[in-house]
């Protein structure tokens, strides 16, 4: 079973709470006991330093003094106080319960050594630590091994340092079930400002994937999300206008093709049902059969055309000169605009040399100049730039172009004069193959036309 985002962020949250908290118990607690013991140590030892050199003093005298300050230092440090011989036995317990007794201690010899001794024992039931101060003669801190007389012997129960650590430990405990309390509602606030969103996008996902394209949602919560949400409405109104393209495209093409086929029907039903058809009449029959076959052929060709264009394929390029490939173009179209009583002229054509897939380049220029002579009246001027860029202008002087079919233009299967093109033999495709190809070379093209004034077609294409 999957958690959904609302539920699992909250217990992201507890679950982060909790080990921090088990992080506090297993490093913060023992690093805070180990201060506090340190905290102690120093502060028993200077006291043990006191004690032994008020000692010191007294044991110079007649030693009658050290019951006395056993019992006031204990009481004063709430510790238990010692005094011990060099040989170990001791002199004074404020406690009275071991003079006279030896004691066997390592940090005892240490200290008649001549060095201050602190360390913990875990007694019966508590933590107990335990300072062995020499005691010097004449009173004196500073001593060496020859110069102790005895040894200070305090220790004092760490239950109270154990009862600040629980303290402590028990606020982080608090803090954190307070964390907990007050961390579970924002998680909760959290988890729906990004669930919400997504959970929206998962709906209108479910709805295109029904077939409902062009879905939108609201976009809202974080910035991330927010632009997640403006990705999805334009990535689901752009598949709504490729839908409403396929469809169009589709119904355009089979228009298309519907009408040679129709054309051709209508011409061969007389053939095959009069047998008595004069051979005139039947020539052409055919004659007019043979152009819809035609017609219908350069289409399909188009077809395929776009459809292997649409694949994106990837460009044979060659190193080629533009200049020759547009001369060429003009010199096979020079018969048609001769028959259509059209001038060619050529403006300078500097030799350049560009990387492109010449038989599709050529194709796409041949269109665009083709388009041109069927619609000049009586010239159409071809000119080559190179600057920043290659641009190559084919200007007519036809009727122009109306400004809100401009934009149109280079659509599958649009025509500014429908019945005009059909009489020029035109599929409609031409100009959208020319675009697609210049688009693959990474080029554009610029339309400038006025109604009345011709038109102005500008290709453009990296220099490289």
Do not use: C
Request: without cysteine.
């Amino acid at each position: 079973m999957r958690l959904s985002l609302r539920t699992r962020l909250p217990l992201t949250y507890l679950l982060v709470i909790v080990l921090a908290s088990l992080g506090s118990a297993l490093f913060v607690n023992p690093a805070l006991w180990q201060y506090f013991v340190r905290e102690r140590k120093l502060e028993l030892l200077t006291q043990g330093n006191l004690v032994a050199y008020a000692a010191g003093l007294d044991l110079q005298g007649d030693g009658r003094a050290l019951d006395r300050l056993a019992q006031l230092e204990s009481q004063r440090l709430e510790s238990r106080v010692m005094f011990i011989a060099p040989d170990s036995r001791v002199l004074v317990d404020a406690y009275g319960e071991l003079a006279g007794t030896k004691i066997d201690h390592a940090e005892l010899k240490i200290s008649l050594s001549g060095q201050s001794v602190a360390i913990v024992r875990q007694d019966a039931l508590e933590p107990v630590l335990y300072v062995y101060v020499p005691i010097a003669a004449a009173g004196r801190l500073a001593v060496s091994s020859s110069e102790i007389i005895g040894v200070a012997l305090i220790a004092t129960s760490l239950a109270d340092l154990r009862e600040k650590q629980q303290i402590v430990a028990q606020r982080l405990i608090s803090g954190s079930l307070l964390m907990s309390l007050l961390a579970v509602p924002m998680a909760i606030y959290f988890a729906f400002g990004i669930s919400t969103p997504l959970a929206r996008l998962t709906t209108g996902a479910k709805q295109m994937a029904a077939g409902a394209l062009g879905t939108t949602v609201q976009p809202s919560g974080d910035q991330e999300v927010y632009e997640l949400g403006e990705a999805f409405n334009a990535m689901s109104l752009r598949l709504a206008t490729l839908e409403e393209a396929r469809r169009k495209f589709v119904g355009d093409a089979s228009h298309e093709l519907r009408t040679p086929l129709a054309s051709m029907k209508a011409l061969i039903a007389p053939l095959v049902g009069d047998e008595q058809v004069e051979h005139a009449v039947m020539r052409d029959f055919l004659s007019e059969i043979d152009r819809e076959l035609d017609r219908l052929t350069r289409l399909v060709d188009d077809l395929l055309k776009l459809a292997r264009l649409d694949s994106r394929p990837t460009l044979e390029l060659t190193t080629i000169d533009l200049s020759l490939l547009v001369r060429r173009v003009v010199s096979s179209l020079a018969p048609l605009a001769e028959e259509r009583g059209v001038r060619m002229k050529m403006g300078e054509m500097p030799p350049t040399t560009i990387t492109a897939d010449e038989g599709r380049l050529h194709s796409a220029i041949l269109n665009i100049v083709d388009n041109a002579v069927k619609f000049a009246r009586a010239a159409v001027f071809v000119t080559l730039e190179a600057d920043s860029v290659l641009s190559l202008r084919i200007a007519d002087d036809g009727p122009g172009i109306p400004p809100a079919a401009v934009d149109r233009l280079f659509e599958r299967f649009y025509r500014v004069d429908a019945a005009r093109a059909r009489n020029t033999g035109g599929s409609g495709l031409g100009l959208a193959i020319a675009w697609e190809v210049i688009n693959l070379h990474q080029g554009s093209i610029n339309v400038a036309s006025e109604p009345g004034h011709g038109t102005t077609i500008t290709i453009n294409l990296p220099l490289r």
